[in-house]
């Protein structure tokens, strides 16, 4: 990958007529460790929110040697980049030749069930490769209510009667029964982790079985960016945050037991940017050269403000309006579809125009991931950077405002809204 110090260089080296992405590996080192070094339990990098090869290697080379995965392609990511790290397989409901090919290929020791019919699948792998249930964790996923960008209860999950039924199987077959549960992603209300503690304690207490791991899943959310006429945010400290949820867990009384977390956004979402290029102004409308179907589709449904950055096209000699005001910008993706129009404006300088290029901050979760070939478009150049997104030292002209973890927000550069 090519080296530049800011997206803003990248943008103006290149001149790039395609998206490009910029990589963080400093921000993700960064962001693995405070995770790691927060959490007092076992964390698994959760591969589905960007398992990009360099990304997982990055992560792996952090400090974390658990990843939770989802599927057969993720397991060989893993394992042809960090051979010896420890996968679990956190999907709930799977094939029966992936379960094989998990236990069998890639000795995944690690699972998780919702329903009868799931846990008869697995007891039948496990017998039929003659294996041990007692080398087995089986988690059992709750399902469980809050308030997240994601609600991710409405598909997994297990009711709270259905949940002890399924523990007590489970401990009876002689697997090592754990409990689990996903609170959904960039959860807005903290509470939710306890709400979750608090089921999963009335669970246990019914079960009666003995429990060996706790299992918190992800949704420690990420910071963003932020409408700079509405209030100051900040979202919390991963850390605090985390100190926060050990403290419930043992108030919950889970401390006799292994504690799991399955983060990704929080880890990942500040190391990569994405540079794009203004296709057309229209108006208060801005045609961009990406959109819901490649990058961005984790903020259209997420409903999620990104930070965004302008970086004027140095060519265009003639400008009309006030580089100091803001206006909200609706963003119109590349594709067809009129569907391809984020839920969220940009705010930008008013002198925006066609041929100018935009850095896209904290993409760095279910971006790339999510990217489809829809129409023929599909970004995939990537370029390494140095600083922060926020950090951008020749900001000047641009604008981003972005959520802090925990501090007052900062404004990357100068700007007031109109
Ligand atoms: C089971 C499970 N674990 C972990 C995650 C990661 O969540 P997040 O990126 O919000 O931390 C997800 C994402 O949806 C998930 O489904």
């Known amino acids: 990958m090519r080296r530049f110090t800011t997206g803003r260089e990248a943008a103006l080296a290149l001149r790039p007529d395609e998206p490009v992405y910029c990589f963080r590996p400093r921000v993700l080192t960064r962001d693995v460790k405070t995770f790691l070094e927060a959490f007092p339990g076992k964390t698994a990098y959760a591969v589905k929110t960007n398992g990009e090869p360099f990304v997982v290697e990055t992560v792996a080379q952090a400090g974390v040697s658990s990843f939770d995965v989802a599927s057969r392609h993720e397991f060989e990511t893993v394992k042809a980049v960090a051979p010896r790290a420890e996968q679990l397989y956190m999907h709930p409901v799977k094939a029966v ?93 903290i509470a939710t982790y306890d709400a979750a503690l608090g089921l999963a304690a009335q669970v246990r207490r019914q079960a009666g079985v003995t429990l060996h791991g706790l299992d918190i899943g992800g949704g420690f959310p990420a910071p963003y960016g932020r409408d700079p006429r509405g209030p100051d945010k900040s979202v919390p400290d991963p850390a605090a945050l985390v100190a926060d949820i050990g403290r419930d867990v043992a108030r919950h009384g889970f401390d006799d037991v292994e504690l799991v977390a399955e983060p990704g956004r929080v880890m990942v979402a500040r190391s990569l940017s994405v540079i794009v290029r203004v296709l057309l102004r229209d108006g208060k409308r801005i045609h961009i050269n990406d959109g819901i179907w490649g990058s961005l589709s984790d903020s259209w449904t997420g409903k999620i403000t990104l930070p965004a950055r302008l970086i004027p096209d140095p060519a265009r000699r ?42 896209i901050g904290h993409i760095g979760a279910y971006s790339l ?50």
């Open 97 to 189: 030749s992936d379960i094989r090919r998990a236990f069998e290929s890639f000795g995944i020791r690690t699972t998780v069930v919702d329903h009868p019919d799931e846990f008869e699948k697995i007891r039948l792998v496990v017998q039929a490769l003659d294996l041990d249930p007692a080398s087995i964790g089986l988690f059992v996923r709750l399902a469980t209510k809050g308030h997240a960008a994601y609600e991710l209860s409405k598909k997994f999950g297990a009711a709270p009667g259905e949940a002890v039924e399924l523990l007590q199987r489970v401990d009876r077959a002689g697997f090592r029964a754990g409990i689990c549960f996903h609170v959904g992603s960039q959860v807005e209300d």
């Open 318 to 359: 003639r400008r009309s309006g006030d580089p100091k005001r803001l206006d909200d910008f609706r963003i119109c993706g590349v594709t067809c579809d009129s569907v391809d129009i984020l839920s969220r404006p940009f705010w930008l300088p008013s002198t925006v125009d066609t041929g100018d290029f935009i850095e």
């Open 369 to 418: 991931s999510l990217r489809t070939r829809f129409n023929g478009f599909y970004p995939d150049t990537f370029v390494e950077v140095e600083h922060a997104f926020e950090d951008d030292p020749d900001g000047l002209e641009g604008f981003a405002t972005v959520e802090t973890w925990g501090e007052q927000p900062r404004e990357a550069v100068a700007g007031e809204g109109s």
